[in-house]
């Protein structure tokens, strides 16, 4: 079985500052998809990025980015200029292309961006 | 292109009642699945449904909670019989295709138990 591991309960950063969220996961798997995800206050899940696993290449989205190491199974978010609207839950989660599909997430990192 | 739509967004339901929350995947979407993230927790997959069929609900509590996906409607979470740890916020995602590589998320339900 697939599990998520979120190490960090709580970050906080200085606006204009940069930070890393760290996430690990362990799967028997060797094609699947990992994702970062923000929640806001509003409870909507937004999709801030996600890798293919078969990619090296590491994503990159704006200020965003990933540190993916498949062999370590970590899979880091970088956030670059943090912004106070970057305040919020941030979920790592696993997708595998085969069986049914379904997302394991990780327990969270409250970040809170400081003015 | 509408998203992934939920209502109601907030039930309150007294311990006992029955509570009904509804799904209506993105247009094109016959791929459901259900999520329920406990306070200060995350996600938790529930069930996955193709329109007419349960393809897993390996994350379903094995008593009062059911689901269906009809031919016709929204999907359907049911949770009879309501205790105050079945409060939490339930979400509902859709995909095109059972290996899409992404699930596209509704706003989510927050059930409230008294």
């Known amino acids: 079985a697939q599990t998520v591991t979120q190490s960090q309960p709580e970050m906080s950063v200085q606006e204009a500052e940069t930070v890393t969220l760290s996430c690990t996961y362990d799967?028997?798997?060797?094609?699947?998809?990992l994702f970062w995800y923000k929640q806001p206050p509003s409870r909507q899940m937004i999709l801030v990025i996600r890798?293919?696993?078969?990619?090296?290449q590491n994503a990159t989205e704006n200020r965003f980015s990933v540190n993916f190491q498949k062999a370590a199974k970590s899979f880091s978010l970088k956030i670059s200029d943090s912004q106070l609207g970057d305040t919020a839950m941030y979920f790592c989660?696993?997708?595998?292309?085969?069986?049914?599909?379904?997302?394991?997430f990780g327990t969270g990192t409250r970040l809170k961006v400081l003015a | 292109n509408a998203g992934v739509m939920q209502n109601p967004r907030h039930l309150v339901r007294r311990r006992g009642q029955e509570a009904r929350l509804r799904c209506s995947p993105m247009?094109?979407?016959?791929?459901v699945y259900w999520y329920r993230q406990l306070p200060e927790e995350g996600l938790k997959f529930m069930v996955y449904?193709?329109?007419?069929?349960?393809?897993?609900e390996s994350g379903m509590p094995k008593e009062r909670f059911s689901a269906e996906f009809p031919k016709e409607g929204p999907s359907i979470l049911r949770i009879q019989q309501v205790v105050r740890g079945d409060s939490a916020a339930y979400f509902c995602?859709?995909?095109?295709?059972?290996?899409?590589?992404?699930?596209?998320f509704g706003p989510g339900t927050r059930l409230t138990v008294l």
């Open positions: 995602a859709s995909s095109p295709l059972a290996s899409y590589n992404e699930q596209f």
């Open positions: 890798q293919e696993a078969y990619k090296q």
């Open positions: 247009k094109g979407h016959s791929h």
């Open positions: 799967t028997s798997e060797s094609n699947y998809y």
């Open positions: 989660a696993f997708l595998a292309t085969s069986g049914t599909y379904k997302y394991i």
């Open positions: 449904l193709q329109k007419e069929n349960i393809i897993d």
